[in-house]
């Protein structure tokens, strides 16, 4: 069973959809696997996909950030998945670790965690 972690966010439209998807791009230390947008009436959306090998444990991990925008509401859905290695798919928190770059850089765009928002 390969591990994974998932972080669900919400923004506060400090920069648009275009600007935050270009910041993952350039900021994340990984390789863009796929990149697919779509728009339905008043909803962008894009999907970005990547994938980083660690040597701490000698895994590949892969980072897939959904990034959905209304005229009212910005989400972010981080998944990273995989990293694990040998018998036991022990990943030592290189899933989390790539989920939680991707987190870290959209926080510093007004994103937070669902729970916390208002």
Not at 16 to 45: C, P, T
Request: net charge negative; charged share 20%; aromatic share 10%.
């Amino acid at each position: 069973m390969m591990s994974s972690v998932s972080i669900r966010l919400r923004g506060s439209h400090a920069a648009g959809i275009e600007a935050l998807a270009n910041v993952l791009k350039e900021e994340i230390n990984a390789e863009l696997i796929a990149e697919s947008w779509r728009s339905l009436h008043d909803v962008r959306v894009v999907l970005l996909s990547f994938e980083r090998y660690f040597f701490r444990n000698g895994s590949y991990a892969s980072l897939t950030v959904l990034l959905t925008e209304s005229q009212d509401m910005q989400t972010a859905d981080i998944v990273g998945s995989g990293g694990g290695e040998g018998l036991f798919n022990i990943s030592w928190g290189a899933n989390s670790d790539f989920a939680e770059m991707a987190a870290e850089l959209l926080r510093k765009y007004g994103f937070c965690e669902e729970s916390q928002w208002p």
